[in-house]
């Protein structure tokens, strides 16, 4: 066939698709709504296999370090499984761990909690209506409506209404059978694609050669492999910074003697996960706690967290996850805020690494087509040149 003919024959099919799609929108939109549904275990268990390949990996590559010397060396199955039961067996103690400890506390602290806010916010109330009558503010107005108001009612109402969703919460998801079996078969397909991870990726790559143009299939490739590697590293540095962060923060608590330290401490680890949205989260619950048990202690608490952040940000954030990642604040808040609102927490975790691929790849093009042109080394100098005539510039002036 002719290649004028074959490219016209598939502008016209495409042509005719995009229409038929147009005329049945709700039709198509309910068909992919359908094959989302039953693809949802795929899509699920492909994501907790990219979260569980990360430690996975790391594990082989310590195991290889120590048999690097020894004669007889372990088959790399036997690696790969050694290194999966390892992981599972680390994130099953870290869940114990959590059951065991962590939440029992957590329950204790959000009783504390109720009990003093049950007790204290008619005295912060009181406490707010003499601050403004003593500045020469009426309080008539917000008197009456205090007076009308059944704090003890309220505070069991509310008690009440809580246990009574959180109860019916939980009816709707151990009665959710489809759920469960969703979830047993994402976890399922997750063992089987890091089980299985190197089948998958010659596959794959198979086909994407057998079906496209070796340029195409060498970006695609490429893109892929960047991806994993940029996303392995972020996720393993922001663990371990959160975990940092955690442990800094019930540490300045403690010293400072503010209230709910251990609670403060795992809240932050846990939303510290999240850049820049955890850290604002988790400063207004902490500011938040400090102020019911005492108004006083909520500055003091601002000061250590901004003090502890500050610290993080520019000692520990840049070493453990900026440089490896390698992007700049200013697209990692742009990343995070698309990622985001797009897709919530799962679009901040995976747009991070996903800019600093696509900015890596521009960069690498822009470079090549410099290059071709003539213009990369003259370019280089001249930056260096200006910059070098900045700081020359800006030291004279400063002298």
């Known amino acids: 066939m002719d290649k004028k003919l074959k490219q016209n024959l598939i502008l016209v099919i495409c042509g005719a698709l995009i229409f038929a799609i147009l005329m049945n929108f709700s039709s198509v939109i309910s068909i992919a709504g359908t094959l989302l549904s039953l693809m949802m275990p795929v899509i ?3 994501i907790l296999a ?12 310590i195991i290889r370090k120590i048999f690097v010397k020894r004669k007889h ?17 680390c994130i099953l103690l870290a869940i114990t761990l959590v059951t065991a400890f962590i939440v029992p506390a957590l329950l204790q602290s959000v009783q504390s909690i109720y009990s003093i806010a049950e007790k204290r916010i008619p005295d912060l109330l009181q406490y707010l209506l003499k601050f403004l009558s003593e500045r020469g503010i009426s309080t008539e107005w917000i008197s009456k409506i205090i007076s009308k ?12 209404y809580l246990t009574s969703f959180l109860s019916s919460f939980i009816g709707v998801i151990s009665s959710t059978v489809n759920i469960t079996i969703s979830f047993v078969f994402a976890v399922i397909i997750a063992i ?3 089980l299985d991870k190197k089948h998958l990726c010659r596959s794959a790559k198979y086909l994407v050669y057998a079906y496209l143009k070796k340029p195409a299939a060498d970006r695609i490739t490429y893109f892929c492999s960047l991806f994993g590697k940029t996303f392995a590293k972020f996720l393993s540095g922001q ?15 403690s010293v400072f003697r503010l209230p709910y330290a251990s609670l403060v401490g795992v809240i932050t680890a846990f939303c510290a996960l999240l850049p820049y949205v955890g850290a604002t989260l988790s400063c207004v619950v902490s500011v938040l706690l400090a ?14 967290y901004l003090c502890v952040q500050f610290i993080e940000n520019q000692f520990i954030y840049p070493h453990v996850v900026g440089n490896s990642v390698g992007l700049s604040a200013l697209y990692t808040l742009v990343a995070a805020l698309i990622g985001g609102s797009l897709f919530g927490i799962i679009g901040i975790l995976f747009f991070i690494p996903l800019t600093a691929v696509i900015i890596t ?11 071709k042109k003539g213009l990369f080394d003259m370019i280089s100098e001249n930056t260096l040149h200006d910059i070098s005539e900045n700081g020359h510039t800006e030291n004279t002036k400063q002298n």
């Not at 060396?73 to 067996?89: A, C, E, G, H, Y």
């Not at 108001?149 to 009440?160: A, F, P, W, Y």
């Not at 102020?291 to 250590?304: M, T």
């Not at 790849?361 to 290059?371: D, Q, V």
């Open 73 to 89: 060396k372990p088959s790399d199955k036997t690696i790969l499984i050694t290194s999966f039961i390892f992981t599972i067996i």
């Open 149 to 160: 108001i059944d704090l003890e009612g309220l505070m069991k109402n509310v008690s009440s």
């Open 291 to 304: 102020f019911i048990v005492d108004p006083s202690k909520a500055i003091l608490c601002v000061i250590v």
């Open 192 to 194: 089987y694609m890091v």
């Open 361 to 371: 790849i521009i960069k690498e093009n822009s470079a090549k087509r410099l290059s």
């Open 239 to 253: 663990c371990f910074e959160a975990i940092i962060l955690g442990v800094l923060m019930f540490i300045a608590f």
């Open 44 to 46: 699920v268990g492909a």
């Open 50 to 61: 990219l979260f569980i390949s990360v430690p996975v990996c790391g594990t082989e590559k």
